[in-house]
């Protein structure tokens, strides 16, 4: 299984920048499609961003354009680099590694480890 811890998360002005970072440990981060989900109050989680182990890429509509999701295999780490941010981007922003290398594993929700996530909060 793989162990996931987030950073990065913070408060930021409307049209500011964030880059989130998880790292993982435990297993080969390498074979596992991997994702970011965001979760805010009242509302259901979201995947908001995916990269397979091919590195074929996810994003959700509304962060197109602005979001970037890539990874580092030789360093276990997932980024997600957040570019003009608004007050809608405001939640709790959660690592996921998927149980399989393809994408189509975070849209249906099979996820072998979720981070503690890391909170992310827009200001107007």
């Known amino acids: 299984q793989v162990q996931l811890v987030e950073s990065g998360g913070g408060l930021v002005q409307a049209g500011g920048s964030l880059r989130l970072s998880c790292a993982a440990s435990?297993?080969?981060?390498?074979?596992?499609?991997m994702g970011w989900y965001r979760q805010a109050p009242g509302k259901e989680r979201e995947l908001v961003a995916g990269i397979s182990s091919g590195r074929s890429t996810y994003y959700a509509d509304s962060v197109k354009g602005r979001f970037t999701i890539s990874r580092d295999n030789d360093k276990n780490t997932l980024y997600l680099q957040m570019n003009s941010l608004k007050p809608e981007d405001t939640a709790m922003y959660y690592c996921?590694?998927?149980?399989?290398?393809?994408?189509?594993?975070?849209?249906?929700?099979?996820?072998?480890?979720w981070g503690q996530g890391t909170q992310v909060t827009v200001s107007s």
């Open positions: 996921a590694a998927a149980l399989g290398f393809s994408i189509r594993r975070l849209h249906s929700g099979d996820i072998g480890s």
């Open positions: 435990g297993s080969i981060f390498s074979i596992n499609a």
